[in-house]
C-alpha cells in the first residue's frame, strides 16, 4: 500500500463542514465528558446533531460517538461508560439493548490489498433486547439479530443468529438464550 494514494472512496461524512465543526468542537465534548453523569442533556444534543433517540435512553460518562446523524438508539436502551461508535456508516441499536463499557462498534476498515488503501464502510445493526457486554468489538457490516449476548471481550462479525449467546475471539454460538 501506498499512503500517498490513499481514497476515501465512495465515502462521505454526509454533513456539512459547518455541523461537523460544532460537532466535534461543542457536541462531542459534552457527550464524552465524564464530568457530565446525566444522560439529558447529552441525548438533546445527539438529537440537535441528527441522532434518532427514543424514549428512556441512558448515555453514561465517556460515550464516543463519531457523527451522531447517522446514529439511531430505540426506547429504553442503555451506552455504558467509553463505549465507542465509531459510526462512519449508520449504527442502528434497537430498543431495550445495553451497549457495555468499553465496547466498541467499528462501522470503517481499509483495503489494504489495494495500493490506495480505500476506506470502506459497512452499518451495524443491533436489533432489539441484545446485550453487548463490556469490552466486546463488532465489526463492519455486524447484524444482531433480537435477543443476542455478546459476552465480555469477544469480537463480532458478519450475522448473528436471534436469542443466541455468543463468546470469543471471534465469537462463537455458545448456547441459546431463553426469550423471558
Not at 461543542?26 to 464524552?32: D, E, K, N
Not at 445495553?98 to 445493526?125: E, R, V
Amino acid at each position: 500500500m501506498d499512503l500517498l494514494r490513499y481514497s476515501k472512496g465512495d465515502y462521505s461524512p454526509e454533513a456539512t463542514m459547518v455541523r461537523q465543526v460544532l460537532w466535534y468542537f461543542v457536541g462531542a465534548p459534552i457527550v464524552s465528558s465524564s464530568l457530565l453523569p446525566f444522560s439529558s442533556l447529552k441525548i438533546s444534543l445527539l438529537r440537535f446533531f441528527g441522532a434518532t433517540i427514543g424514549s428512556g435512553v441512558r448515555i453514561k460518562p465517556g460515550v464516543r460517538i463519531k457523527f451522531p446523524w447517522k446514529l439511531s438508539i430505540g426506547d429504553s436502551s442503555w451506552v455504558g461508560e467509553g463505549a465507542w461508535i465509531d459510526n462512519l456508516a449508520p449504527v442502528t441499536i434497537g430498543s431495550n439493548c445495553c451497549i457495555s463499557q468499553g465496547a466498541y462498534l467499528c462501522t470503517g476498515n481499509h483495503d489494504w490489498s489495494k495500493p490506495t488503501f480505500d476506506l470502506k464502510t459497512q452499518a451495524i445493526t443491533v436489533e432489539d433486547c441484545c446485550w453487548v457486554a463490556a469490552h466486546t468489538r463488532l465489526s463492519p457490516g455486524t447484524l444482531l439479530r433480537e435477543g443476542v449476548v455478546l459476552t465480555l471481550g469477544s469480537v463480532a462479525t458478519g450475522e448473528l443468529s436471534a436469542w443466541t449467546i455468543y463468546s470469543g475471539n471471534p465469537c462463537v454460538a455458545t448456547s441459546e438464550r431463553s426469550r423471558t
